[in-house]
């Protein structure tokens, strides 16, 4: 057991939340600030779910930290969770990233995305004028129709009076700028159903250009072909404005003050707790059951940070379930699809930063995110094959990040890390049944494709190989086991179009509410997502509280938009 806060664990709570990765922490700030008292339930040795900073290989590599899994933090600048939770206070230091992206082509070109636009168009320009010119165009389109959604991933997604208070000036200039002609309008929606490489071509000639925008909006687990996914280029934009950053000290930073929130707040955290059922009586969830048979209370609600599936698939009573709604469990079964694409992750430790020889090498273009993404094609065959269940390592494309190019304190003195991540199917074709899970994955396998993707990249870093003082693999079902997530999807479900915003995981579940009373949703699986936000947390707990005492929190919410509307 990890921790408590408290010398004596209680049997009951206000709140017991399943899950202390970070939306499960953020949730749980809230409510103890508005003086709940919450126990949180982790199955693992440490919390932090996702978001964790690990010394995954202390004999081989000491003194080295690694991300598992999150690493670049982007969409929590779109919320106030930071600020209203105080966690520079509890020990939170970002480190800003710029350049952002750096991606080097096969031809010799290299794009290169820094924090300013401005910045960016100019590195642009220096192989195309015009493509420069359209970035700058791409840009504003994509950063107005940001500002414009936002207030809307900052509310329960059908609470319409919520969304409205969410509006200041600048937002609704911007929400206007993108609805305000017939013409705008359908134009926004013609873009919104469109594909990503569809939007991107619309724009662009170059391929150094569109193959870089075509393997972040693939972030969002889906090919860039795929229709409805053009939103996909939220992930270059907000790299630009918010920014993208990283905490000092790696993801797990950002856990480490937030569990120093919760437990000075009084809050308990339990880990090596794996929730077993959720206890239902009359239709209402009044506490769970870990392995082992210990029962804990809550007196007004159980939240679960895992994913919908999991949660009345495998934790609650069928009958229970069928009582509050007779077709939930079909629908959770049927209606939630997952494309089969996950991670094989790498971590490595080195005794030499990377060096794109061949690329007027900087040391500072490896402060963000280090694309391989020859062409569009390239990325599309990484995301296609996957849904067919074939590992696309004959070529790899892949996503990078050397943490210790802006974070030294990742490493030993004058040593580095690597954060590999390649997208791989979850379910090999053809190999049901076999390895491990039934999933095809086998110890041998995993480093065979992990060998291939080193390969790829030591043809643009040649001295990588000589480097690499230990390295350390994770197969898509053993990352499935460590999260804890549905078949390796590391946002719990896809990040679709039909299954975002008031559908996510389903409309009926989608204001963190569902059909059993006191039974309530966040995590990565509901509105607006995944990715290190903490969004889907403080909603959870808003609507929680909206519940409680729905006269305070509404006067509370007023005072906080009236605030908002002078201080943007």
């Known amino acids: 057991m990890y921790f408590t806060s408290l010398d004596v664990v209680m049997e009951a709570y206000d709140v017991v939340i399943i899950g202390a990765g970070h939306n499960g922490l953020v949730c749980a700030g809230y409510l103890l600030k508005a003086g709940y008292s919450v126990l ?15 010394e995954l290989m202390p004999n081989q590599a000491p003194g080295f930290k690694f991300n598992p899994c999150a690493i670049n933090h982007l969409f929590i600048f779109l919320g106030p969770v930071i600020q209203e939770l105080e966690l520079y206070k509890y020990g939170l230091e970002y480190l800003n990233c ?148 990283r905490p000092r000290g790696g993801s797990g930073a950002l856990i480490a003050a937030l569990v120093k929130l919760v437990t000075h707040k009084r809050g308990v955290i339990l880990t090596e707790q794996k929730v077993e059922k959720v206890l239902v009586d009359n239709g209402k969830a009044v ?9 804990y209370r809550a007196k007004k609600g159980v939240i679960s940070s895992i994913d919908a599936k999991r949660l009345f698939l495998q934790l609650v009573d069928p009958g229970d379930v069928d009582s509050a709604d007779g077709n939930l469990r079909a629908r959770l079964h049927r209606r939630i699809v997952n494309n089969n694409e996950t991670i094989l992750k790498i971590d490595c430790a080195l005794s030499a930063p990377l060096h794109f020889i061949h690329y007027n090498h900087q040391d500072n273009y490896l402060m963000g995110s280090v694309l391989i993404a020859d062409s569009v094609n390239h990325v599309e065959q990484a995301h296609s094959q996957i849904t067919f269940g074939k590992i696309p390592d004959e070529n790899p494309s892949m996503y990078l990040v050397m943490p210790t190019a802006l974070d030294s304190s990742m490493a030993p003195p004058g040593k580095h890390t690597l954060w590999i991540e390649f997208f791989a199917p979850y379910q090999i074709a053809g190999a049901e049944g076999t390895g491990l899970k039934g999933t095809g994955w086998t110890d041998e396998l995993k480093h065979k494709v992990a060998d291939r993707v080193i390969d790829k990249l030591a043809q643009y870093s040649p001295n990588l190989k000589h480097s690499i003082i230990a390295s350390y693999v994770e197969s898509p079902p053993e990352l499935a086991e460590r999260l804890g997530s549905y078949k390796g999807n590391y946002y719990h479900i896809d990040m679709s179009l039909e299954q975002m915003l008031c559908f996510r995981p389903l409309p009926e579940l989608a204001n963190y509410q569902t059909p059993i009373q006191n039974l309530y949703l966040t995590g990565a699986g509901t509105h607006p997502g995944g990715s290190i936000s903490g969004i889907p947390g403080r909603n959870c707990a808003r609507m929680f509280l909206h519940n409680q005492e729905p006269i305070v929190q509404k006067i509370k919410e007023a005072g906080d938009a009236i605030k908002s509307t002078f201080i943007k």
């Open 287 to 295: 506490g769970v059951c870990v392995t082992g048979g210990q029962e």
């Open 40 to 54: 949180l339930l982790e199955r693992r040795w440490l919390p932090g779910g996702g978001s964790t900073t690990e």
């Open 98 to 245: 710029d350049p952002v992206v750096f991606c080097p082509h096969p031809d010799g070109k290299y794009f290169l995305a820094h924090k300013s636009i401005e910045k960016t168009c100019a590195e642009i320009a220096r192989y195309s004028e015009r493509d420069a010119q359209k970035y700058a165009e791409y840009a504003d389109f994509w950063q107005r129709f940001i500002q414009a959604v936002t207030p809307y991933f900052n509310a329960a997604p059908k609470s319409i009076v919520d969304i409205a208070g969410n509006y200041n000036l600048t937002h609704l200039q911007d929400l206007f700028s993108m609805l305000g002609g017939s013409y705008t309008t359908l134009d926004l929606l013609r873009t919104l159903l469109t594909s990503a490489i569809d939007n991107i071509n619309e724009y662009f000639d170059s391929e150094f250009v569109k193959a870089p925008l075509a393997r972040l909006s693939a972030e969002l687990s889906s090919p860039p072909s795929q229709k409805a996914m053009s939103f996909g280029a939220m992930m270059m934009m907000l790299r630009h404005h918010p920014g993208m950053a």
